[in-house]
T-cell receptor, first 114, second 113 residues
Framework: DTAVSQTPKYLVTQMGNDKSIKCEQN?????MYWYKQDSKKFLKIMFS???????INETVPNRFSPKSPDKAHLNLHINSLELGDSAVYFC?????????????FGPGTRLTVT | DQQVKQNSPSLSVQEGRISILNCDYT??????FLWYKKYPAEGPTFLIS?????DKNEDGRFTVFLNKSAKHLSLHIVPSQPGDSAVYFC????????????FGQGTELSVKP
């Protein structure tokens, strides 16, 4: 059983398009996160939701919009994709909001914008 | 401002020997640290953690040491195995900012047979 799953694993698209990445966790956790790993391999937080409520919103362009329909799902929608959005995006989940401790990560979605 | 730093981008070790991965931090508010292991095309997986009330935590072949005065921690792997070849990230939760994990840049460990 996959604890944190993401779809798709690979996404190749053109500049200006709108795309979504989906994330689901079956761990019963109440907090979910989106991280971005850029070309320099830095892993940086983008968003966090606790029980469908946004609790972390880093300095991310507003072309990025997370949506959490329920606490097991956190999707990431990106409008008007740009070349600089090319990266690997990881979803993660943890049990306790405000105290991340161990976060469980999905396999990542490699987004390539051409 | 990189609050968690791993200054060695890569490390090569012979199988059976000890691997030592280092991590430094600047924020004295950090009181919990985690190590993650990442294989190519996979997400990071939790390896071991340490609270600031301890200076050592051991789990099988993996031991993490914390030196609070130096704001330094290290991960020791003994003995190293080829399957340990991966990128290792240290991280700290930032409680004042929603508990987000602040990651170091990672160290790529290569264990040669």
């Amino acid at each position: 059983d996959t604890a944190v799953s993401q779809t798709p694993k690979y996404l190749v698209t053109q500049m200006g398009n709108d795309k979504s990445i989906k994330c689901e966790q079956n761990l019963g956790h109440d907090t979910m996160y989106w991280y971005k790993q850029d070309s320099k391999k830095f892993l940086k937080i983008m968003f966090s939701y606790n029980n469908k409520e946004l609790i972390i919103n880093e300095t991310v362009p507003n072309r990025f919009s997370p949506k959490s329909p329920d606490k097991a799902h956190l999707n990431l929608h990106i409008n008007s994709l740009e070349l600089g959005d090319s990266a690997v995006y990881f979803c993660a989940s943890s049990q306790v909001a405000g105290s991340s401790y161990e976060q469980y990560f999905g396999p990542g979605t490699r987004l390539t914008v051409t | 401002d990189q609050q968690v730093k791993q200054n060695s981008p890569s490390l090569s070790v012979q199988e059976g020997r000890i691997s030592i991965l280092n991590c430094d931090y600047t924020n004295s508010m950090f009181d919990y640290f985690l190590w993650y292991k990442k294989y190519p095309a996979e997400g990071p997986t939790f390896l071991i953690s340490i609270s600031s009330i301890k200076d050592k935590n051991e789990d099988g072949r993996f031991t993490v040491f914390l030196n609070k005065s130096a704001k330094h921690l290290s991960l020791h792997i003994v003995p190293s195995q080829p399957g340990d070849s991966a990128v290792y990230f240290c991280a700290a939760p930032h409680y004042n900012q929603g508990g987000k994990l602040i990651f170091g840049q990672g160290t790529e460990l290569s264990v040669k047979p």
